[in-house]
């Protein structure tokens, strides 16, 4: 191999590393822009229930109050697939603790509910997962 031939292979791969390593980095870039609107959109809708929801835990007589479904289900959604399972698992207990804790008030038939340990226990359980990214 004649140094000539040597500085001629150099140039031809500086090119072709030149040209990988702005597609990785253009490739990058875009990936990390999704993951960042990502981030946005569920910070969003996470601090919308995460007030909610530490209202309901300061205050007396509701339960999620102010939780929209439709942010739930785009939470849901936004969450990622390891935390997903945990999550609708201690919602669903949640919201069958709220059931349990709710009585009518007899004389001017408005729903009550009577605060528990346990559904304080699961409400702060959910509200671990409104955590901000």
């Known amino acids: 191999m004649t140094p ?3 500085i001629d292979l150099i140039n031809t791969n500086g090119v072709v590393v030149s040209l990988v390593t702005f597609l990785l980095g253009l ?3 875009h990936w990390l822009r999704i993951e960042g609107d990502k981030r ?3 910070n ?5 229930i995460r007030v909610a929801l530490k209202s309901s835990l300061s205050g007396e007589g509701h339960c999620h109050a102010g939780v929209k479904r439709e942010d739930m289900e785009l939470f849901s959604h936004l969450l990622r697939w390891w ?4 999550f609708t698992e201690v919602w669903a207990l949640y919201e069958a ?3 349990n804790c709710q009585t ?3 004389v001017y038939g408005t729903v009550v509910y009577r605060k528990s340990e346990r559904l ?3 409400l702060e359980q959910v509200i671990l997962f409104t955590a901000l990214r």
Do not use: I, P
């Open 4 to 6: 000539q031939t040597f």
């Open 27 to 29: 490739l990058l870039g």
């Open 40 to 42: 946005k959109e569920f």
């Open 44 to 48: 969003e809708v996470a601090l919308r």
């Open 83 to 86: 935390q997903r399972g945990g």
């Open 97 to 99: 603790e709220c059931k």
């Open 104 to 106: 009518q008030d007899a």
């Open 120 to 122: 304080e226990q699961l």
